[in-house]
Antibody, heavy 123, light 107 residues
Framework: QVQLQQWGAGLLKPSETLSLTCAVY????????WNWIRQSPGRGLDWIGE???????SYNPSLKSRVSMSVEMSDNQFSLRLTSVTAADTAVYYC?????????????????WGRGTLVAVSS | DIVMTQSPESLAVSLGERATINCKSS??????LAWYQQNPGQSPKLLIY???TRESGVPDRFSASGSGTDFSLTISSLQAGDVAVYYC?????????FGQGTKVEIK
């Protein structure tokens, strides 16, 4: 059974960089887009961005200037970096999978989610 | 961005009764819509994709319909384990966006 296991620092100070990693166990890494989604009480579920096994990315324009994602295919892992965090970035961050679809065409649903990592930003 | 608006924000239904949640998109998303269930303390779980196709393992008391801008999710006979927040999500165009959620409780 395919599982996503995620980890990263849970407490940050303003202006620091958020860094999370998600590992894919028991399944293929290629043929999918690997996503980061966050959930906060005030903003609900927000899509941050995605990356495929070849490193092709798509980011939410609202966060694009601060976000970067990377993959490590040898370890079936992908990572999120979000720079210059503020209290507004406090949220539960999820990694999630969706089936590959071509660029500039409709996407696909998120069929597998990680358990989530609570990240709090506080001075 | 495509804005997804769900209604109602919450509803309380008796066990065994029907619950219906609506979702409206600000633009035509054709059939590119999914529904998720988030039980308390858990991550979201895919219930429905392509507007009306149940994910494998999802009970048939969950059904969904709609296309274009108007969609709905129905739980035909509410069970205790269906207490959750339900979200719609469009995947027609990036950024992928979610509704604000509908909380379903037992009356």
């Amino acid at each position: 059974q395919v599982q996503l296991q995620q980890w990263g620092a849970g407490l940050l100070k303003p202006s620091e960089t958020l860094s999370l990693t998600c590992a894919v166990y028991g399944g293929s890494f290629s043929g999918y887009y690997w996503n980061w989604i966050r959930q906060s009480p005030g903003r609900g579920l927000d899509w941050i961005g995605e990356i495929n096994h070849a490193g092709s990315t798509s980011y939410n324009p609202s966060l694009k200037s601060r976000v970067s994602m990377s993959v490590e295919m040898s370890d079936n892992q992908f990572s999120l970096r979000l720079t210059s965090v503020t209290a507004a970035d406090t949220a539960v961050y999820y990694c999630a999978r969706r089936k590959f679809t071509p660029k500039n065409s409709p996407g696909s649903s998120f069929d597998l989610w990680g358990r989530g990592t609570l990240v709090a930003v506080s001075s | 961005d495509i804005v997804m608006t769900q209604s109602p924000e919450s509803l309380a239904v008796s066990l065994g009764e029907r619950a219906t949640i609506n979702c409206k998109s600000s633009q035509n998303v054709l059939f590119n819509l999914a529904w998720y269930q988030q039980n308390p303390g858990q991550s979201p779980k895919l219930l429905i994709y392509w507007a009306s196709t149940r994910e494998s393992g999802v009970p048939d008391r969950f059904s969904a319909s709609g296309s274009g801008t108007d969609f709905s999710l129905t739980i035909s006979s509410l069970q205790a384990g269906d207490v959750a927040v339900y979200y719609c999500q469009q995947y027609y165009s990036t950024p992928w966006t979610f509704g604000q959620g509908t909380k379903v409780e037992i009356k």
